[in-house]
């Protein structure tokens, strides 16, 4: 007797849904985006699925398997052997079909921040120290799964108040850049809500291009605002120098 | 034809069977919670970690002692470890999960709370000053290696390896490599830097921050290892004060 799999996705849109069941049969190796492949091919051609390289590399298929939220062309589903395999779209972001969501906000939030700023005009040296250090924010991706595991967004309804963890990398990236010269500290503290963040790691966990977003991008950019608005010795300094 | 899900072979990163969200923040809850109701019955009802050239880490430096005060002696320094460690950027993550359920797990399903306000007021805004709980903490480890090496040399005896020696000694190590992997450290030696080499080699700052951060990787790990070797050090002195167990001589 062959070996299926079942596969509980969520069907619906804005207005609600709820799983619906599907066996699978299971071939070695394969991704939940391909169980749900099978699905559209052979049993219900209009379950709405977002994908493109199925490769882990364009950041498309980012859903939610048994509650974790993950790239479906990367999660492997021998490692769900015998139990149901629940597939749900990021719950932090509205839905328009099936597992296809609005992610739309992210992008409004991206052109708040102000790009990189070079100080001499390009092309620029740079070495390997200074490049290594902003190489890692670079691997994003743009899954927005960070997004959708941060509890501020997710639970606490927080897209007024902070950009989550995907733009702290990105600013991240600038502001840590060694030619850069923008000043992105004041939108951290204000704007961008840093400090809304009270450093859980699960974005980190989730990451699937396994950047380390607390500890190398949100903590540094914390520390950067505590030297300009909560260091009482360096506001002093900074004072006394008129700055 | 259908074939197994399984492919016969182990995959290095296969997948855990991952335990219920709540496992890890109510063990935290649990850990977290035991020590500080230790912590508190250590600092509240006694007033002296001294035996022989033994001091557990709660006791050290003796502040009270340099102005003559006999009354909860632990309090006028446990405060600073306490503090370092409330503000950790480690701890938060675990005390915030465990304590607030502020996410208990990463996209648990549980009902939120109503009132949600990250580190943005205080009290938790007091998490902004880490940095100068990392210097009362640097001098409070300064101490503890003074004990540390005190605890080698016995009275009448001279130098001695007992068991509480080296229970005192592993202490003040795993501290040292808790205390120097710290985030704000690492921001203070070179992070708050945008340029490593902008001089056209890398720069002495580049190498501190290279070598904190290495450590920092595994900051968790020291903060964890440190808690229970505090906890282990101080619970040993307090057993040999109350006469329980026997300080054994190693050589």
């Known amino acids: 007797m062959s070996e299926g799999i079942t596969l509980s996705v969520w069907r619906g849109d804005k207005d609600g849904g709820e799983e619906v069941g599907y066996q699978v049969p299971a071939v070695p190796g394969m991704v939940v985006l391909d169980a749900l492949h099978w699905v559209q091919q052979n049993a219900q051609p209009d379950l709405a699925v977002r994908w493109n390289c199925k490769a882990a590399h364009c950041g498309s298929c980012g859903a939610e398997v048994n509650g974790e939220p993950k790239l479906l062309c990367k999660t492997r589903l021998d490692d769900y052997a015998g139990e149901t395999v629940r597939v749900r779209p990021m719950a932090t972001f509205p839905v328009i079909k099936d597992l296809v969501t609005d992610v739309s906000w992210n992008y409004q939030v991206a052109e708040q921040i102000p790009p990189l700023d070079p100080a001499v005009p390009a092309p620029f040296t740079m070495y390997q120290e200074d490049a290594s250090r902003v190489q890692e924010f670079h691997r994003c991706i743009e899954c927005f799964l960070c997004q959708d595991t941060c509890h501020v967004l997710r639970n606490h309804d927080g897209t007024d108040k902070y950009f989550g963890p995907r733009f702290m990398v990105k600013i991240a990236e600038y502001e840590m850049h060694a030619v850069d010269q923008g000043d992105r500290v004041p939108l951290l503290a204000q704007a961008a809500g840093l400090n809304m963040c009270n450093v859980t790691k699960c974005c980190t966990e989730v990451c699937p291009q396994h950047i380390r977003i607390t500890d190398n991008a949100i903590i540094p950019l914390k520390e950067r605002v505590v030297d300009r608005y909560y260091d009482p010795i360096r506001t002093l300094f900074r004072r006394l120098a008129g700055r | ?251």
């Open chain 2, 1 to 251: 034809m259908a074939q197994p899900v399984s492919s016969g072979t182990t995959r290095p990163a296969a997948r855990r069977k991952k335990m219920p969200y709540w496992v890890e923040p109510l063990t935290t809850l649990v850990v977290l919670g035991t020590w500080l109701l230790y912590s508190l019955w250590e600092v509240l009802f006694h007033n002296t970690g001294t035996y022989h050239n033994y001091i557990s880490p709660y006791f050290s430096p003796g502040i009270a002692g340099w102005f003559g005060w006999h009354i909860l002696t632990a309090l006028y320094v446990a405060w600073v470890p306490f503090l370092f460690r409330f503000t950790c950027y480690y701890y938060r993550k675990e005390y915030y999960r465990g304590f607030f359920w502020d996410p208990p797990g990463c996209a648990a399903a549980d009902a939120p709370r109503k009132r949600y306000s990250g580190e943005t007021k205080w009290p938790l805004k007091i998490n902004n000053l880490h940095r100068y709980a990392w210097f009362l903490a640097l001098i409070v480890l300064l101490f503890l290696w003074k004990d540390a090496v005190e605890a080698f040399i016995f009275p009448h005896h001279g130098f001695e390896v007992r068991v509480g020696s080296l229970i005192l000694l592993v202490n003040v190590v795993l501290l040292t490599f808790y205390t120097f992997s710290c985030h704000a450290f690492r921001h203070m030696v070179g992070g708050r830097r945008d340029c490593f080499s902008c001089g056209g080699k890398p720069s002495q700052s580049y190498r501190f921050w290279s070598r904190v951060s290495r450590w920092n990787a595994f900051h968790g790990a020291w903060a964890w290892a440190s808690l229970f070797s505090v906890w282990a050090a101080d619970l040993y002195v307090r057993l040999l004060l109350m006469g329980v167990i026997h300080d054994a001589r190693l050589f």
